[in-house]
């Protein structure tokens, strides 16, 4: 059978019981989350709960714990743990066909892949094959941003903290939208609120926004023409050991939006038009981007994605002290802002 998450935390709920499960797919957080749930607790009974190693799995080891009877109790529980689309050859895999079609009445067999590329590797196809003939194969992919707000909210009030629908979305815009660092930017978050309705600014106080984010401020810094305020951030983001070439990448990421919005808007476009021209899968982007080039125009809009266009090849092709040509270009375009319209 093949599961979704959602479908899985129906199952559980329900109490569906399958000889084998197989988890995998690109949120690592998912598949280590919901591993945990299915085996259970370990320290409790770890006769009945046991973990064996998959990224080189021992078949004649495993094959002795599911077969294994449960210590004083209805059922035993074996996670294989991190198995690999490579772990296993066309011997192996018949045997491990075999070791699934002869699992007791009495064993779960959990099995974890946590490549991401696990799903589309030949190796990684056989196996869920196999899964979804004897068991069931859970893809548990990259949740939608809907998914991960209400996974905020809920760990939120799990620490006895409120979070409104609108921080939650502000933290998926400024954070990686990988469910780990979610985590943890939570866990730091809560800590700091300690109880109550977490605000923007105790947010802002304690997590550690993604490079996009920063580089949107970045940004902001320099279409004003502060370059005071552009090159404190820049020391920031150097402190913090982001690459050079990354924070170039982001920031020219959205000047180009700048300069679309404006070809866009020239044409008598609408930001609809942005999105839908150019692909846009978050609206609030394109949105900003189209708003913002009202105030520019294109010519300076062109001349600064050629400085930075300029600034990308000096980074990657000579051995141009990154960092200063960073700010030299930082200066540069903030002075370009302040001057007059062209």
């Not at 035993?76 to 991190?82: A, E, F, I």
């Amino acid at each position: 059978m093949k599961y979704t998450e959602k479908t899985l935390a129906k199952a559980h709920r329900d109490g569906q019981r399958h000889p084998v499960w197989l988890l995998y797919g690109n949120e690592t957080y998912l598949v280590e989350r919901w591993a945990k749930i299915l085996l259970g607790d370990e320290s409790g009974n770890p006769f009945n709960a046991q973990r064996l190693d998959g990224k080189a799995p021992d078949l004649e080891a495993l094959w002795d714990a599911v077969q294994a009877m449960p210590f004083f109790a209805e059922e035993k529980r074996v996670l294989l743990d991190g198995l690999e689309a490579s772990s296993l050859g066309d011997k192996d895999l018949q045997a491990f066909e075999t070791l699934l079609e002869e699992l007791p009445d009495t064993t779960t067999l959990i099995i974890t892949a946590k490549d991401p590329g696990f799903g589309n590797a030949a190796g990684g196809k056989k196996i869920i094959k196999l899964v979804e003939q004897l068991g069931a194969a859970v893809e548990l992919g990259t949740p939608s941003a809907g998914d991960l707000e209400q996974f905020l909210q809920r760990e939120a009030e799990r620490q006895g903290c409120m979070l409104d629908s609108a921080t939650a979305r502000y933290i998926l815009q400024i954070c990686p939208n990988d469910m780990q660092i979610l985590q943890h930017e939570l866990d730091k978050i809560c800590s700091y609120a300690q109880k109550g309705k977490i605000t923007r600014q105790q947010v802002d106080a304690v997590a550690v926004p993604k490079i996009e984010a920063r580089a949107f401020d970045l940004q902001q810094y320099i279409l004003r023409g502060d370059a005071g305020g552009a090159l404190r951030l820049l020391a920031n983001l150097f402190s913090l050991r982001e690459d050079p070439v990354a924070i170039l990448a982001a920031l020219s990421m959205g000047f180009c939006d700048l300069y679309r919005a404006k070809c866009v808007r020239n044409a008598g476009g609408t930001k609809d038009t942005l999105v839908n021209d150019f692909g846009y899968r978050s609206e609030y982007r394109a949105r900003k981007a189209y708003e913002e080039s009202a105030r520019h125009s294109i010519s300076r809009l062109r001349r600064m994605v050629l400085m930075l266009c300029d600034c990308d090849r000096l980074l990657k092709s000579t051995a141009v002290d990154a960092r200063l040509r960073l700010e030299q270009l930082t200066v540069e375009l903030s002075a370009l802002c302040r001057e007059g319209r062209p």
